[in-house]
Every structure is written in structure tokens, then in C-alpha cells.
């Protein structure tokens, strides 16, 4: 949404932010760091809990259907009993080299785990080295600069990049869709989180901009604080539904909740949009 919003508003010849084009470099510069530190939160930190969560949904699950299966009336003792005087004596060598084997089993089991796959997502990638190459400056002389050596690398993936607006576009409407069938969510429930989404938290986003701007963490540039401000007031992220496709529950209740999302961002976007362009010029 950010890469939709605010180059357009740049591109307006009464823009208030100023000279269009220094508009739209600082408004893509901040929608891109707004996108990238969202998709490292939500596939880490938010995938995270969502799994831990729908596992232990599983786990609560498989428990109650283990108490109704049937145990065994004999159990054979015969292992232990005669096993019951033999020792074994600690070998310093042996017990070094299982502590290695670990180490090495653990690493190994780390590395090729599925958990940190799903972290490391392409976006997440994308998302650091994008952070790399913006710091360390002499990759940003050699491939971002219009003199830049490698420029052509960067002009490349940008035009590729262009690509991925509408291409979410399209991912967002094949979501949307899947909620016109309806589940079980509860209108209560709905409106609640409607009221919550659109309402209250773009307000108490104005609070926690203007305390920041107070306390002297935020600048005076206005676009800055219309972008910080507008991140309150944009629907969800679809990376959400990816997570509940993945993990296999919640599909249906999350695009019901998407749908009128959408349907009602489309209204209340619009308004709270007007609104913080006014407050902050």
C-alpha cells in the first residue's frame, strides 16, 4: 500500500511535501525500509508465535485423544532386570568425542531445520541484504549510484521489482476472495476487530508519533511523519494468510476478516489519509 500511496501523493502537483521528485525518492526510500522491516518481523517474530501457538493447539488435541486409547495391562520388565547390576564406566574420550558429536548433530540439525528456512524467506533475504547494501557505502557507490559501475545490476532488479506491485495486487484479490464464502466468524467478533483496526489504532497512532516528535525521536520532515503516521491506517499485511496456509489453520476465518478489511479500508484509508496530510502541514 505504501508503494502505491505515496509515490502518488508525490506525483500531485499541489503535493505538499514539496519538489515531486525529492518527494518520491524519500517516499519509496521509506515505503521500502517500512516493507522490509515488516517482512523480517512477521517471518520471525510473528511466524513464530503463530506456530508455537498452532502447535500447542495440536498438541492440547492429540493429548485428549491419547487419553481415550487403550493402554497395555503387561508391561515387561525383563531388559531392566537384567541389565539391573552392569555399570558403565565413563571413558574421558569417548564422552569427549559424544560432546563434539552433539555440538555438530545440534548445528547441523539448525542449519537444515524448517523452522529457519521459513525465517529466512526470500523477502526476508531480500529485505537484508537491501539493509547491507544501503549501509556499507562502497556497495551503494558501486550499484546504486548513477556512475556506479554495477549499475546495471541495480537497474535490473529494479525493473523487476516494479513487478511486485501488482503481482500483490493480484495475490491480495485471490485471498479476498476465498472470505465471499463465509465461516463462522461472529459478527461481534468482526465488527470488533473493524473498530479496533480502522478506528482506534490509526488514533492512537497520531499519540505515539506526536510523543515521539515531543521526546526528539522523530524529525521534522512532514513526508517522515505522514509515512509514520499512515502505517497505522493501511490493512494488514497478506503475509499473515501465507503463514496460516502454511501452518494449515485459520484460512477461512483469516480472508472472512481480510475481506471486510479491505472493504472497509477502502472508505476509512481515504479519510484518515486527508486527515494526517493536514496534520502534518
Known sequence: MLMIILPALCEETNSPFGDSSTCSAYGEAYASLSLAAQAIYVWSILYSIMRTSANSIVKETAEILSETSAEPLLVS?????????????????????????????????????????????????????????????????????????????????????????????LVVGANLLKGLKGSAVKTSLLLGILIIRNILLPVSGIAVVKAAMHFGLVGSYSLYQFTLLLQYAIPPAMNIGTILQMIGTGEAEFSVVMLWNYVVAAFSLTLWTAFYMWLVT
Not at 84 to 99: F, H, W
Not at 142 to 150: E, I, Q, R
Open 77 to 169: 520388565h525383563s531388559s531392566s532386570e537384567d541389565n539391573i547390576y552392569q555399570v558403565d564406566l565413563p571413558d574421558e574420550g569417548n564422552q569427549r568425542m559424544s560432546t563434539f558429536g552433539k555440538m555438530k548433530q545440534c548445528f547441523m540439525t539448525t542449519i537444515r531445520s524448517k523452522s529457519l528456512k521459513m525465517i529466512f524467506t526470500p523477502a526476508t533475504i531480500a529485505a537484508i541484504v537491501g539493509f547491507i547494501v544501503g549501509i556499507v557505502s562502497p556497495f551503494r557507490k558501486a550499484l546504486v549510484d548513477d556512475s556506479a559501475p554495477f549499475h546495471v545490476i541495480y537497474s535490473s532488479i529494479d525493473l523487476i521489482g516494479e513487478a511486485g506491485i501488482p503481482s500483490m495486487t
